[in-house]
């Protein structure tokens, strides 16, 4: 060993090289910037082209039917926040020689890239192919959609192309609580420009659209309707192709519009329609550069696939709209606005090296949330136009605040610090004071739940409390606040204690789902029981399952109505935050064990945990995804994977490249948050990645899944600094490598092997109780087992 360990220097030259090379080949930013496709399933399932202004939903068959929920049959089509801009569109095509025709209505296959979309709809006429590219710029009013018509026959072809867009300029949902109504639609035809522009009746919304460049253009009088919702107008325009044998044409339109002039709308549609190619350009470059930014290199290269997927998929929901701000929307279609939930989000993106995407949507959060509440409590919901559906569940206020506390201590930006410092201690005083009446730190109100009559002190809001207690200590210590410092430690020491202490319920081996009183339970079990009838309300049958569960929350009722009347931790719904606790670290170890293999156990299904383990029905990225963070929060590793890989399995079922929200494959077909799920067990665990970016100091501390020998990850942000961290498994024994673009910094590697011996860039090292402490830019640690 003596001679392989003399010769590190130039073996630490060549494992860096090594790891260069595999850095470039996990990089060309990621194989996924070919796409994936659909291989002809999934037809009529929807798909997304996101820009954050602009963002346009259709059938992956090419066709826009009336979709979602919120707003009935509107949720698709082309969308510019706060209004949508058209339903969709149709193209026909016919051949001017023989008078075929074609509509362009069932495309074969559908190619989802990052930054756009391919539909391919094969032999649509003799010898001739049809295939549409689409793409959203970011901070531009519209789309681009491109046509391209490819002969493959021996004959010149003639063409008729129709192009027809069916208008529908109305407003984001829940508008008409302050006021805002959609109103008729009215079109008409620019001769100048050539181009269609139409606007609503009583308000400033406009849309335009045409082909680029468009000097054969003519309007087709009397078009065949698209048949959509809404109170839109059906216009159409035609072009002349010519197109050689054995070659191609191209046709294409920029469909724009705006919210507030028709100055606006034109000028937008100019500079797309005069620029599409080079923003085509830098729509690749930004997803190019997004993925080459903390990126991975592992054995699970499905894994590693969705990690690149989950983070493209975060920046489809970002909405960035005047007069509003920026921030990571919720999901497609139902949820393309703000939630105070996204902060499950924002710590993904700030593990993942986006601490600036973070930054501002905690900004627009805090804005909106001052001017709905103007005391500290975090908004629920906010629409794109500043319409506020539900004010606040507690636990949010929590988050945001926990939330704020990481993105400091991964950036270190103390300017950022100082200003949201004010944010976090009046969100503490209205977690503390205004809902904590009885003063036993346990905040009231609403959780991530929302289940009808479970209004007390839950287990989440207690536990984000005791976090977002801890993150302002932090903060506050750091900003040289040192009496406020020690008042939010003592509070969080004394909260985790009490949540131990009362939620903890031994006999069930369990936390509870509340804590307060008989009278309250019995209300979580009667409300449960009637959000479950609801559905007769809203003119939908009960199934048999819901019969069951309605006779089993009425027998809950009565069985609690027996009990003696104290106050105390109760388990009513068995809602999965029951793993809270385990997800922050505050449960002891031997008792976390112990849950979090019941949990696994008795309320895990296919694809995790059960939202309610009473109900054993629903499943979400989000549940499973905290799981997982749960159980590699005590180094179980192997556990946490498990989870991981359930929502992996759960990757491309409805959209390629996507993941839904309910398991395995519905509700919105995008959502942010299942990136909490891959990225915060894979670099915070998996790599062991914990900084503290104030005090220039990162410490390593991976988790390695079993079978995995070699892992890495480069261009990791961290403060101002740039660090790369791969790990392997040699014949010698371990092997770290770290790199950072900085000086200064110091590193610390916790590899807790007894009787192991160090070697830090070829030179014998103790380690000490805290690790191997490292210096520099460039380091190689080797670490041989005892024998």
């Known amino acids: 060993m003596t001679a392989a360990i003399r010769s590190l220097p130039a073996a630490l030259a060549l494992f860096l090289t090594?790891?260069?090379?595999?850095?470039?080949?996990?990089?060309?930013?990621?194989?996924?910037?070919?796409?994936?496709?659909?291989?002809?399933?999934?037809?009529?399932?929807?798909?997304?082209?996101?820009?954050?202004?602009?963002?346009?939903?259709?059938?992956?068959?090419?066709?826009?039917?009336?979709?979602?929920?919120?707003?009935?049959?509107e949720m698709a089509g082309l969308w510019l926040h706060p209004i949508k801009l058209i339903d969709g569109f149709r193209a026909t095509v016919t051949d001017s020689a023989t008078h075929r025709r074609s509509v362009l209505s069932h495309a074969a296959e559908f190619i989802n890239y990052p930054y756009g979309n391919r539909l391919r709809y094969g032999p649509v006429l003799d010898s001739l192919d049809v295939e549409r590219f689409q793409f959203s710029p970011d901070g531009r009013q519209g789309v681009v959609v491109r046509y391209t018509l490819h002969n493959r026959g021996a004959r010149a072809r003639t063409l008729s192309f129709d192009f027809a867009v069916k208008t529908d300029l109305r407003p984001v949902w829940y508008s008409e609580h302050i006021g805002i109504h959609d109103a008729p639609d009215a079109v008409a035809w620019q001769e100048k420009r050539g181009v269609f522009l139409a606007r609503d009746r009583h308000h400033p919304w406009f849309a335009v659209w045409g082909a680029t460049p468009s000097s054969d253009a003519q309007p087709v009088s009397h078009p065949d309707a698209i048949r959509t919702r809404g109170r839109g107008v059906t216009a159409a325009s035609r072009y002349r192709l010519s197109v050689p044998p054995r070659d191609s044409a191209a046709l294409t339109f920029v469909l724009a519009g705006s919210a507030t002039s028709e100055r606006d709308a034109v000028e937008s549609y100019r500079g797309i329609a005069r620029d599409h190619e080079r923003l085509l350009q830098r729509q690749r470059e930004r997803y190019a550069s997004l993925l080459a930014r903390a990126r991975v290199s592992i054995p699970d290269r499905g894994l590693q696939e969705v990690y690149d997927w989950v983070r493209v998929n975060t920046q489809w929901t970002v909405r960035d709209v005047p007069g509003m701000g920026r921030g990571v929307g919720a999901g497609l279609m139902e949820y393309p606005w703000w939630f105070g939930t996204e902060t499950y989000t924002l710590q993904a993106l700030i593990a993942a090296g986006q601490p600036d995407l973070a930054e501002a949507t905690l900004r627009l959060l805090r804005r909106q949330s001052m001017k709905a509440n103007a005391n500290g409590r975090i908004v629920h919901e906010v629409t794109t136009n500043g319409a506020v559906a539900n004010q606040g569940n507690s636990q949010e206020t929590a988050q945001f605040i926990l939330t704020a506390g990481k993105l400091v201590r991964w950036t270190g930006d103390l300017a950022f610090a100082g200003e949201i410092y004010p944010a976090m201690t009046q969100g503490l005083h209205w977690l503390l004071a205004d809902m904590d009446r009885n003063h036993d730190l346990f905040p009231e109100g609403y959780g991530i739940m929302e289940v009808l009559g479970l209004n007390a002190e839950l287990i989440d809001v207690a536990v984000y409390t005791q976090q977002a207690l801890a993150a302002t200590a932090r903060v506050a210590e750091l900003l040289g606040r040192?009496?406020?410092?020690?008042?939010?430690?003592?509070?969080?020491?004394?909260?985790?204690?009490?949540?131990?202490?009362?939620?903890?319920i031994p006999d069930e081996g369990s936390y509870a789902d509340f804590y307060g009183t008989r009278a309250q339970a019995m209300s979580a079990a009667e409300g449960a029981s009637k959000q479950i009838r609801l559905k007769e309300t809203n003119g939908d049958s009960l199934t048999p399952r819901d019969r069951e569960l309605i006779a089993y929350y009425e027998h809950l009722e009565q069985r609690l109505s027996s009990m003696p009347d104290t106050t105390r931790g109760w388990i009513t719904n068995k809602n999965w935050v029951v793993t809270t606790p385990m997800e922050v670290g505050i449960a002891p170890p031997e008792r976390a064990r112990a849950a979090l293999d019941k949990i696994r156990r008795e309320n895990v299904g296919e694809y995790g945990p059960y939202l309610s383990a009473v109900d054993r029905q629903a499943m979400m990225t989000i549940a499973t995804g905290v799981q997982a963070v749960s159980e590699g929060r005590y180094g179980r590793t192997d556990q946490a994977m498990w989870y991981v890989d359930r929502i992996v399995q759960t990757f491309g079922r409805t959209l390629p490249g996507s993941i839904s929200e309910m398991m395995p494959d519905y509700g919105c077909f995008v959502i942010a948050w299942t990136s909490y799920g891959i990225v915060v067990p894979l670099i915070e665990q998996v790599f062991g990645i914990e900084p503290d970016a104030p005090a220039r100091n990162v410490v390593l501390h991976p988790h390695v899944p079993s079978g995995w020998k070699q892992m890495s990850i480069d261009a990791l942000p961290v403060g101002t600094n740039t660090i790369s961290f791969s790990w392997r498994e040699t014949a010698r024994g371990i092997e770290y490598g770290i790199e950072a673009e900085q000086d200064g910094w110091t590193f610390t590697v916790k590899e807790p092997s007894p009787g192991a011996k160090y070697y830090l860039n070829g030179r014998p090292v103790a380690p000490r109780a805290s690790g191997i402490?490292?210096?520099?830019?460039?380091?190689?640690?080797?670490?041989?087992?005892?024998?």
Request: glycine share 10%; no cysteine; charged share 20%.
């Open 773 to 787: 402490a490292m210096h520099g830019t460039h380091n190689h640690l080797l670490v041989v087992p005892a024998r």
């Open 18 to 73: 090594v790891a260069r090379l595999l850095s470039a080949q996990a990089d060309s930013a990621s194989p996924i910037m070919a796409g994936l496709g659909n291989h002809g399933r999934n037809a009529d399932r929807p798909y997304v082209t996101a820009g954050d202004r602009a963002y346009l939903i259709g059938t992956q068959d090419g066709n826009f039917p009336d979709m979602g929920s919120h707003v009935p049959g």
């Open 482 to 504: 040192t009496g406020d410092a020690e008042q939010y430690r003592k509070l969080a020491a004394d909260l985790e204690a009490r949540i131990n202490r009362r939620l903890w």
